[in-house]
């Protein structure tokens, strides 16, 4: 079985940081104030700073600097996020992902009910 005690690798990271960026953006308030915006825009910033992957960071640095992250709510920020983990996709040969069905993967589950209990 595959050990769970040890450094993670660039995949298990990215995967695991994924997992957590896209569920913070897909609750992220609807209308959050202007604060909270703030907060969010400031929060990639400092997270493209300590990305612990240093050629991940500096890219994602790159593309942020070209698209600013977009705060004004959480349908636009769960877009951008996914628009952002595209053009990683695309860098690394993966398929793009459907944005449209950026709140199904991360929040309310498939339509089909597949990942209802
Ligand atoms: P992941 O890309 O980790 O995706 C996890 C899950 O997210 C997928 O199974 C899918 O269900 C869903 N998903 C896929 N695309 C989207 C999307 N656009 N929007 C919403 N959900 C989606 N690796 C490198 O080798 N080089 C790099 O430069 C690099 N830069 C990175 C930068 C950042 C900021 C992060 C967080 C990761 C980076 N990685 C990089 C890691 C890479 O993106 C993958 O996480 C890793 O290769 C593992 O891929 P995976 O197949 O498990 O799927």
């Given amino acids: 079985p595959p050990r769970t005690d040890c450094p993670l690798d660039r995949k298990e990271l990215g995967h695991y940081t994924w997992g957590f960026l896209h569920s913070m953006a897909s609750y992220y308030p609807e209308k959050p104030s202007r604060s909270q915006q703030e907060a969010m825009s400031q929060f990639f910033n400092i997270f493209s700073q300590f990305y612990p992957c240093e050629p991940c960071a500096l890219d994602f640095q790159d593309d942020i600097k070209e698209h600013p992250p977009k ?6 920020l769960a877009k951008w ?3 952002r983990h595209n053009t990683v996709n695309e860098k690394l040969g993966k398929p793009v992902f459907d944005c449209s069905k950026v709140h199904e993967r991360w929040r309310d589950g498939w339509l089909d009910g597949s990942c209802d209990q």
């Fill in 81 to 83: 996020l996914c628009e």
């Fill in 71 to 76: 705060t004004e709510s959480r349908n636009a």
